[in-house]
């Protein structure tokens, strides 16, 4: 939607063409967007704070890293 007022303020409209693209590729409503984004963020968030805190966890986290890189 360019020139649309419905993302004024939050996105570039480069931006906004990303996020329709990608909405209407994927079939999602821009609840379920944001809905997954969050979800995803908290996630991604907790696992990097038990791979910096627990230190069991990161060396497992670091052994998968380096067979990967291998």
């Not at 409209?13 to 909405?23: D, L, S, Y």
């Not at 609840?31 to 696992?47: D, H, M, P, W």
């Amino acid at each position: 939607m360019p020139g649309s007022k419905k993302y004024a303020g939050k996105f570039n409209a480069e931006e906004v063409k990303i996020i329709e693209r990608f909405m209407k590729k994927y079939n999602v409503n821009p609840n379920q967007l944001v809905k997954r984004s969050v979800f995803l963020a908290i996630g991604y968030t907790e696992y990097e704070n038990l791979a910096s805190t627990d230190p069991k966890f990161g060396k497992i986290f670091r052994t998968i890293i380096d067979e990967a890189q291998k």
